[in-house]
């Protein structure tokens, strides 16, 4: 069992983020999974050009350290993803490869993993609005919401309360794991705005969306008929 975190605090893994997240492995590698955290800080990570080629051609045409991360991302069971709050958003180390994860958005590939969030802030806005949007990145592509955890942290330091719902949320992300916990993701993702939006885009730009065109037509997701 491997669980992954990717962390976009730009205090990789010595800040508040990186603490919960620790407490949260801690608990999984005691339930004997094995465990990695990407500090997105240390990391070759573009913006994105916004040129497209992911969605016509398939393939991201800039050479750094994305793929990669995305590919840890689809062999793990497990996905963290973790941010402090900055300026009532993600860092923009996290923005900034969520951004590049746009084909992943398009072309939903984490059905059968299991997703938590982690957020830190100092006590200003909402705090819940980061994670609430980690989380759904990842459920938008599949992957299970097993929960989240937002702390508030002073210089750094995480309470102990916080950090024994990282472990709980730890237990429960193996569990979930172990039990194969399902929900009817298409089912929910037919009912939301987003899902349409996003049928109508690749439907009505399919000379331009390409792959995605492709993707959505052999899962049956553009009229219900899968090609035989
Ligand atoms: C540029 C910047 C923007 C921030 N914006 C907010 C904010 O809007 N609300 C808040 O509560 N904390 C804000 N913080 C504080 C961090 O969220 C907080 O220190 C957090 O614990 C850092 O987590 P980390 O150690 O994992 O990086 C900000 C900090 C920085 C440096």
């Not at 750094?64 to 900055?86: C, N, T, W």
């Not at 958005?105 to 949007?133: E, F, M």
Request: hydrophobic share 40%; charged share 25%.
């Amino acid at each position: 069992m491997k669980i992954i975190a990717i962390n976009g605090s730009p205090h990789g893994k010595r800040g508040s983020c990186a603490q919960l997240v620790q407490r949260m492995f801690a608990a999984c590698e005691a339930q004997g999974a094995e465990t990695e955290m990407i500090a997105l800080q240390r990391r070759r990570i573009n913006f994105c050009v916004g040129c497209g080629k992911c969605l016509s051609e398939g393939v991201c045409p800039q050479k750094d350290d994305v793929l990669e991360i995305q590919d840890k991302m689809r062999a793990a069971d497990g996905i963290i993803f973790a941010s402090p709050v900055y300026v009532m958003h993600v860092t923009g180390q996290m923005k900034t490869f969520i951004d590049r994860c746009l084909p992943m958005g398009h072309r939903p590939s984490l059905q059968g993993k299991y997703a938590a969030a982690v957020s830190a802030y100092a006590g200003i806005g909402n705090i819940d609005a980061v994670a609430d949007y980690l989380l759904h990145f990842l459920v938008g592509q599949g992957a299970y919401p097993v929960g989240k955890v937002c702390a508030f942290t002073t210089n750094i330091a995480v309470g102990e309360q916080d950090l024994e719902k990282a472990a709980q949320l730890g237990r429960d992300m193996i569990e979930a794991i172990r039990q194969k916990k399902t929900f009817n993701w298409e089912k929910l993702r037919e009912k939301t705005k987003e899902f349409k939006e996003m049928k109508e885009f690749i439907t009505e730009r399919k000379d331009f969306a390409r792959e995605d065109y492709k993707y959505w037509q052999e899962r049956g997701w553009i009229d219900g008929k899968k090609p035989s």
